[in-house]
């Protein structure tokens, strides 16, 4: 891994830092980042239950206003002060600055979510075994294989296990070493499968141009509020913003690479692949003659009771692009706590890795085991996988994501931020414009949403 001094300023303690090997390796790093379980497994299922191409069309919009923006000033930090969340705050502001707190819940996301996401990754790959093998039987006994891997601790844990340690010998490897050379690896894989898919869903089922319809001809009478609501909200939520990644891959960036055109590229590969997965898997669920509203479920109870149709050569590839997503969102959340670790304390990256993935892991048979449910705020026992989701989805990543934007709009010095974007011009002022007046807006509203504070709201459902 080649280490290259950093930019100091005051109490700055990030002595040197690795770096992306090129650009292509940072491009793909930050995609494999967005790219997640949100792309494959949510997207379709929101997209489904809000009716279609209203709801995606508002989606890009607010890709536009809120994510890309966001996605912007998190990389202006990163790359700006060559730090973990924590010490780029320090870089910018000062050691001991109340600003570090962002940073720290960017830490203490990555860690909390990391723990429940990994039991999730852990069913694709555990998937991956079940195709393999083939579905068979009534759709009721294919929907009810769920149900027993979810109620089993023992292969919850197992599959858990699995997942964290790939995601660990990945991370121990370094930027260049591990993380880039999994992503051009993985990055790749990922697009050919889901691209077969695609194919497969718009030439070799009857419901192609049904599905193509469904997502970009839009219908407004089919759109809510809450279809809105939820549109800003994934838009936020897609791109890995408010949790750290995105300033921690920004840190391993070269300074001679352009902050806006890379942002762009990564926004639009999210949303790109997003489109596809859901072509690929309307074009299947229309071809059944199923509805597009299944919810959660989508995935792992509907699409298996079609792949019992289809054979396994579908619904391989399909769990496998699955557990990739997955796997290169895991890596970008364990590389926001081990960068910690390796800047803040002076730790190698080998004991970071391995104490800290260490760590998520216990905490994350907490969330493998549903059987263990405690009272929560919301008026019934729940499992800590929903508690720890609700928590991080509702609480720190739109409070981190707000914080963020205010800091780089009001508080961050405007040579600063013109520096690392690269000009001060048009586009610059528009960014500036956007994070003081209307990304914080929109963040807000996904923050009192989610707290079921919206006065225009019902939330009596």
């Known amino acids: 891994m080649a280490d290259t001094p950093s930019s100091q300023n005051g109490d700055t303690v990030c002595k040197s830092r690795g770096q992306w090997a090129g650009h292509l390796g940072f491009i793909l790093a930050a995609s494999g980042s967005a790219i997640g379980l949100g792309n494959i497994w949510k997207f379709p299922y929101i997209t489904g239950d809000y009716g279609g191409g209203a709801f995606v069309l508002v989606y890009l919009i607010c890709v536009v206003i809120v994510g890309l923006p966001l996605m912007l000033a998190e990389l202006i930090i990163g790359r700006g002060a060559q730090c973990n969340p924590v010490g780029a705050f320090q870089h910018f502001h000062r ?84 993380i880039e050379r999994w992503s051009k690896i993985l990055m790749p894989a990922l697009f050919l499968i889901l691209l077969g898919l695609m194919c497969y869903g718009l030439f070799g089922t009857h419901a192609g141009m049904k599905a193509l319809t469904f997502l970009f001809k839009p219908d407004f009478h089919k759109l809510t509020a809450e279809g809105v609501l939820s549109a800003l909200g994934h838009a936020f939520f897609t791109l890995s913003l408010g949790m750290g990644a995105m300033i921690t891959y920004g840190s391993y960036m070269k300074k001679s690479e352009s902050l806006l055109r890379d942002a762009v590229t990564v926004s639009f590969l999210d949303t790109f692949i997003a489109l596809m997965a859901g072509v690929a898997i309307f074009a299947m669920v229309f071809n059944y003659g199923l509805e597009p509203s299944q919810g959660p479920g989508l995935i792992f109870k509907t699409l298996p009771v079609l792949f019992a149709e289809t054979g396994p050569w579908v619904s391989v590839p399909f769990f496998v692009l699955l557990a990739f997503a997955a796997l290169t969102s895991g890596i970008s959340l364990l590389e926001v706590v081990v960068s910690y670790f390796i800047d803040q304390r002076g730790w190698s990256r080998v004991k970071a890795t391995i104490l800290w993935g260490g760590m998520i892991y216990l905490v994350g048979i907490l969330s493998a085991v549903s059987s263990w449910q405690i009272p929560f705020i919301r008026g019934k026992n729940e499992s800590f996988l929903d508690i720890f989701d609700f928590i991080t989805t509702n609480y720190m990543l739109p409070v981190g994501g707000f914080l963020t934007c205010l800091y780089i709009a009001w508080i961050m010095k405007d040579k600063d931020r013109s520096e690392e974007f690269g000009s001060s011009g048009k586009l610059y002022r528009a960014l500036r414009f956007t994070l003081r007046y209307i990304t914080p807006v929109a963040l807000v509203v996904v923050i009192l949403h989610g707290l079921k504070l919206l006065p225009f709201m019902d939330y009596s459902h």
């Open 95 to 178: 050691k001991g600055s109340p600003w570090q707190l962002v940073g720290w819940l960017g830490v203490a996301s990555g860690f909390l979510i990391l723990s429940f996401y990994s039991i999730i990754a852990g069913w694709a790959i555990a998937y991956i075994i079940k195709s393999i093998a083939g579905f068979s039987g009534s759709a009721e006994t294919i929907q009810s294989q769920f149900g027993a891997l979810v109620t089993s601790p023992g292969a919850s844990i197992f599959w858990h296990t699995i997942f964290m340690g790939l995601c660990i010998g990945i991370v121990v490897g370094g930027v260049q070493k591990g």
